[in-house]
Structure formats: C-alpha cells, structure tokens
C-alpha cells in the first residue's frame, strides 16, 4: 500500500476536511502539516503530536522503557540493552558478547534479539544457539547502532491497547493464524490451504524462515493445533480481533494505563501479553499505526485519531 494511502493519512485528512483546517501531505504523506486559524500543527510517522520528546523517545527506546516501568513496579517483559561496537567509546566496559552469551545461557528456551529501536516488527529472531546468536546481532548491527534481548516467553495471549489521556479507546487482541493437523497433509501444506491468496505474503514467509525443512514436511496428527508463527506482529499475520468488553479487556486497560503514566505519555498504543496466565506490559509505541484495524472497523481508527487531533488543536 503506498504511503499517502495509509488510513492514518485519510484520517486527518478528514478531520481536517470537516473543520475547514488547511492540510499539507509531504514526504509521500509521512510529513503533513496542519494550520487550523493562528495553531500550526506537525504530524510526522504515525505520530500526531500530542506527546513530549521525553516521553516519545522512552516508548521509542525497548530497554529504556522496561527499566522506567520496572522502576515503578509495572510488570513487563524484561529488556537488556546492547550497543554496536560502533558505539564503543560511549561504553564504560566495551565488548558485549559474553554477556550476551552470559544472557543466552541463563534463558534455556530462547531469547528474542530485535533492533532497540523500532515498531515495524522487522529483524526480530528467536535465537536459542550461539550460531544463531551470532548471526541475529551481526544482522541487527549492520542497519542499527543498539539492540535489546529478552527472554523468549511462551505468550499466551497478546493485546494491543491505544490509550488517550487516560482513557483505553481502542483494545483488541493479535490472534495468530494457526492450523489443525489432519493426519495426511505436511504442516507447509495445511498451511497453504488454510491461508487466503491475500495473506500468504504475510503469514507464511514467517514461518518458513522459522522452520527447517524436516518441520514444515512435518504431518500433524489429526486434531493436533499448531500456530504458523512464534510472532504476535499484525505485519507477521497475526489478526486483530476487537475487544468491547470484558476481564480481559479490563485488566489490559490498567495495566496499560499505568504504563502509560508511568513515563508521561498521552497518546500512544500499548502491547500487553499473558504469561503463565498473568499481564504484563510488552512495549509502548508512541506512533499509533492501526492500519490492520481498519481494514474491518474503519470508523473505529477514524474516531480514535480524530479523538486524538481534537485534543491536539484544543
């Protein structure tokens, strides 16, 4: 989808439309400009503004925000920083590789190495062996100057929560594409039956750069369910499923919530997971990007962000 057609660019575009507000869509709509009478607004990303820089580069930053909602008691997935040996002489003890290895060692089932910096869901591995460690920090290196570990948790549930000031406007939870096993088929040829033409580009080049060839020949016993990804990422093929009410919802809604206070931030989405059957809070994105959303409640993300921009052209 080109750049100018995300439903984050309709949607201002709109609200701009609707209150007589001057726009201009820039940098194939990643800059746009909004003049509303004496008040010049910036958007820039997925980010319209309404947050501090502060806050904005916490919620950028996966180590830095684990360690503030550490500091206040928040439940989260841990994250340890490492820079690029680039960045060696802002290190007070330079070299990072055997505490690397010190961190893989202690997380038998796995760690998850991702660039620190980022919300696309893009080089994140799984890594459980030193080969592997090593390949996934000299990728992530090439392109980026830090990157943060944390242990690979067996997730049983992931929600996304978009918060305003306070208030949970948006929750709904990042189901991952799955199949179930007929006796006759390869885990590779469920997998293409199960999937719409439409979503093979998403769902399954995760999977198979996941799996060796012994695993996607694999036949799964009949009635046997396996997910297509390890990943809760919508870009992953994971689908958004909307959540009205409920425990669920609530208790992601707090938590999120404190996060959100937590390092002052006023716009923003929240990832929340559940493990061994507890809440506790992923990541913060300041840029809030629904594009999966809005592809089945359009008028949802219209209202969320128009929500968001009158609070920014108050």
């Known amino acids: 989808m080109l750049t100018n057609r995300r439903i984050f660019v309709d949607a201002l575009r709109k609200y701009c439309a609707e209150r007589e507000i001057a ?50 008691g928040i439940a989260c997935v841990p994250h340890t920083l490492f820079l690029s040996p680039e960045m060696n002489e802002y290190v007070s003890q330079p070299g990072s590789w055997e505490a690397m290895l010190r961190l893989l060692d202690a997380n038998p089932q796995g760690i998850v190495v991702k660039p620190n910096e980022g919300t696309t869901g893009e080089s994140v ?70 999937t719409p033409a439409a979503r093979r580009s998403t769902v399954l080049p995760g999977m198979i750069a996941d799996l060796d060839q012994a695993e996607l020949d694999l036949i799964l016993p009949s009635g046997q369910r396996r997910v297509l990804n390890w990943r809760h990422n919508l870009d992953s093929g994971a689908h958004p499923t909307l959540l009205n009410e ?23 989405s929240i990832d929340v997971v559940q493990v061994d059957g507890a809440w506790q809070v992923l990541e913060i994105n300041s840029g809030v990007m629904m594009e999966a959303l809005s592809r089945a409640h359009p008028e949802l993300v219209y209202a969320a962000y128009h929500a968001a921009l009158d609070r920014l052209f108050q």
């Open 23 to 72: 726009i201009d869509v820039k940098s194939d709509g990643w800059l746009i400009v909004m003049q509303g009478g004496d008040k010049r607004r910036c958007a820039f990303g997925y980010d319209i503004g309404l947050n501090s820089a502060v806050a904005h580069r916490i919620a950028n930053d996966k180590a830095a925000t684990a360690e503030v909602l550490e500091m206040a």
């Open 125 to 194: 591995f799984l890594v459980k062996t030193k080969p592997a460690l090593e390949l996934a920090v000299s990728r992530i290196f090439a392109s980026h100057l830090s990157l943060a570990m944390s242990p690979y948790l067996d997730i049983e549930d992931e929600v996304r929560v978009v918060l305003l000031d306070g208030d949970a406007i948006v929750v709904y939870g990042k189901n991952r594409p799955s199949i179930v096993g007929d006796g006759q088929r390869s885990l590779l040829e469920l997998a293409l039956a199960a």
């Open 246 to 268: 409920g425990k669920i919802r609530e208790a992601c809604a707090e938590i999120a919530i404190r996060a959100a206070k937590a390092i002052d931030i006023r716009f923003a």
